[in-house]
């Protein structure tokens, strides 16, 4: 099973460097994945404890106050700019993290590579929303 993360509408939890790791903590993170018993082919919700862990730095200072729901997101890569990335997945070649928040919080970040990590019994709760 794929599963497909969409940086928008999902819910930081926190950001929290560590030397040349960046993390993106989540609270809930907007995910789709296949579903054969559906018409449309997906179903679409939540998934809790997904992080998005980056490398490179230095990472700028202000990170305390980075969480709640986010306006749009994207990795870029060469050229690409994505925002949707597989869960789990991998970019080893990504060059820039950058993150709009709702409430009008931006963070933008140089990257080397990215990874997105679910926990392995993590469940979609589905989202009925129109």
Same mark, same amino acid.
């Given at each position: 099973? @794929? ?9 930081? %939890?926190?950001?929290? =460097? ?9 609270? %809930? %993170?907007?995910?789709?994945? !296949?579903? =054969? @018993? ?6 679409? *919700? ?10 490179? *730095?230095?990472? !700028? ?5 980075? %969480?709640?729901?986010?306006?749009? *997101?994207?990795?870029?890569? $060469? ?8 869960? $789990? ?11 709009? #928040?709702?409430?009008? *919080?931006? #963070? ?23």
């Amino acid at each position: 099973m @794929t599963r497909r993360f969409s940086f928008a509408d999902s819910e930081v %939890a926190a950001v929290v =460097a560590e030397g040349d790791v960046l993390r993106v903590r989540f609270a %809930a %993170a907007n995910v789709s994945e !296949p579903d =054969a @018993t559906a018409f449309s082919g997906e179903r679409q *919700g939540f998934v809790a404890g997904v992080e998005l862990v980056c490398r490179g *730095g230095p990472w !700028p200072g202000g990170l305390d106050g980075l %969480a709640g729901r986010l306006a749009e *997101g994207r990795v870029r890569v $060469p050229g690409a700019s994505l925002a949707q990335l597989p869960l $789990p997945g991998e970019l080893g070649e990504a060059s820039r993290l950058e993150l709009r #928040f709702a409430q009008r *919080g931006e #963070f933008a970040a140089a990257v080397t590579s990215v990874s997105l990590i679910s926990p392995h019994d993590a469940a979609l709760a589905e989202s009925f929303a129109c």
